[in-house]
């Protein structure tokens, strides 16, 4: 079966950096749009970034461009969150998510398939 693996999280202090990853199994990976969502306790889960299936086009949030790069190696089935000047407000536990024909790739009815999450704690 198709599973999505979160891993990477942890804490760090606001103006730092982490990166997480996300391994796939079980499906074409090369096929998925995959994504990054992220929930904050209290608050919907809201879209982070986004990478077409080839990596040609890449979607953020307001909040995150410029601070955060998605990036994905089809040859190992992995997509990668890499997260500079962390602030307080980007704690939240982290989620990817693939997409077999996702078009409005900012809303999560647009994928099939999510992972457990990994959570992401900025301290002030």
């Known amino acids: 079966q198709v599973q999505l693996v979160e891993s990477g999280g942890g804490l760090v202090q606001a103006g730092g950096s982490l990166s997480v990853s996300c391994a796939a199994s079980?499906?074409?990976?090369?096929?998925?749009?995959m994504a990054w969502f992220r929930q904050a306790p209290g608050k919907e889960r809201e879209f982070v970034a986004h990478?077409?299936?080839?990596?040609?086009?890449?979607n953020y949030a307001d909040s995150v461009k410029g601070r955060f790069t998605i990036s994905r190696d089809n040859a190992k089935n992995t997509v990668y969150l890499q997260m500079s000047s962390l602030k307080p407000e980007d704690t939240a536990v982290y989620y990817c998510?693939?997409?077999?024909?996702?078009?409005?790739?900012?809303?999560?009815?647009?994928?099939?398939?999510w992972g457990q999450g990994t959570q992401v704690t900025v301290s002030s």
């Open positions: 998510a693939a997409g077999w024909a996702a078009t409005t790739i900012r809303l999560r009815r647009e994928y099939d398939y």
């Open positions: 079980g499906l074409t990976f090369s096929s998925y749009v």
């Open positions: 990478i077409s299936q080839r990596g040609g086009t890449i």
